[in-house]
């Protein structure tokens, strides 16, 4: 599977996110010959258990996060942040975990937005917004580089890649940069070939800044 990196959006300071800006970002990639290529959704889900008795000390998490990849249709990610700890189920677990009821979703957030192709890199821009709200919260971008699977081979040429992103947006003056979503996934106990629980597990912590800079 192609490697992915993960970037959220910084804002400058003294400014906030905007539509305005998610549009202009997409117009920085089409001026490096960026075709849109359809459209891609993420949903992440935090959980918290249903308990009686909040007080009583519990052997099993306390919250954690589920996601749902487009590119992965039939899986669902569970990430227990605390613990290092990432699991993947069939797709209908979300409907076993409904009728057990023993955890409830407390935020639902969607990514979406626009997938581009650029020579052998793919790229997803797109806002991060509350599931029954248009509201934007935070930008992300997506940047798949095709051809290899290996995370270390891999990170020159994403590198490199993303400096130019990031040229091209700062000659526009646009209020902010990216930041890539660094996690160390060995403390996931997972290797260098790259699958679908890294892009999760990337997820989970765009997921995680976009909360705490909330409450900044």
């Known amino acids: 599977m192609p490697v992915k990196w993960i970037l959220h959006w910084q804002p400058n300071p003294g400014t906030t996110v905007s539509s305005q800006t998610l549009t202009e970002v997409c117009q920085c990639v089409e001026s490096i010959h960026g075709s849109k290529d359809g459209r891609w959704k993420a949903t992440l889900t935090y959980y918290k258990p249903m308990l009686r008795d909040p007080s009583v000390p519990t052997e099993f998490p ?5 996601i749902a990849l487009q590119e992965q249709p039939g899986k669902y990610y569970f990430i227990i942040r605390s613990h ?8 209908s677990i979300q409907i076993i ?12 957030l969607n990514y979406e937005g626009f997938q581009y192709q650029l ?7 797109g806002k991060a917004a509350p599931s029954h709200s248009e509201s934007l919260r935070g930008i992300l971008m997506e940047v798949e ?16 890649f993303v400096d130019i992103l990031q040229e091209t947006i700062t000659k ?5 940069h990216f930041i890539p979503i660094e996690p160390n996934f060995g403390e996931y106990g997972l290797a260098d070939r790259y699958t679908s629980q890294p892009t999760a597990i990337q997820y989970a912590a765009a997921m995680a800044h976009l909360i705490a800079s909330g409450r900044n």
């Open 84 to 91: 290092r700890i990432i699991l993947e189920a069939e797709s």
């Open 97 to 108: 975990m409904e009728k057990l009821q023993s955890y409830k979703s407390r935020v639902s």
């Open 172 to 176: 526009k003056s646009l209020p902010g």
């Open 62 to 66: 306390r919250d954690f996060l589920g």
């Open 145 to 160: 580089y095709l051809p290899i699977s290996s995370l270390e081979k891999s990170k020159r040429i994403l590198e490199d």
């Open 119 to 125: 020579g052998d890199f793919q790229l997803r821009i």
